[in-house]
């Protein structure tokens, strides 16, 4: 990252020098992030294989180990099909989805932005200490809320019935 943030080029506005600055990092890990899962590299090679050895099959009946591996490798596509799967269900969630519009480029498009939207990555506290974990975030939302609410003192309430209607009435 420091790398990336000091090779941008100084320009004659200072905010087109900043705005480079914050550019050029953030599309470097953008396509770092591509290479971090390589699920669907994976899938395509295990693919391979098992297209290998059913043109195998198809020229020879295929031995003991053959068949063996090509079993274990199919098991291990549905595997990663199903972790596919689970990682796009957990992104977004439409119910207007039709058969097989599921792995569109919109319904990825669309998990991507409702996920940014939907989580809190870090929250900063009054010491100026960065939270990460989920406890210590739960816990400041709920001593801010707390705070902000105040705490009630069980002051006395009765109802009063008036024509079938209820009344609060504080005392």
Known sequence: MQDSWLSTPVASNPTKTISANFKKPRAELKSWSHNLSNLKLLIGNCN????????LKDARP???PEANLRRLIKNQ???LLHYKNLYWRKRYTVNRIKLGDECTKFFHGMATISYRRNSISQILNDQGVWIHDHEGKVGLLW?????????SANPPMLFVGVSNKHRLVNL
């Open 48 to 55: 391979t294989v098992i297209s290998f050895l059913d043109a």
């Open 77 to 79: 596509v549905l595997t």
């Open 143 to 151: 001593n801010s809320f707390r705070n902000r609410m105040g705490i």
């Open 62 to 64: 295929l031995y003991n």
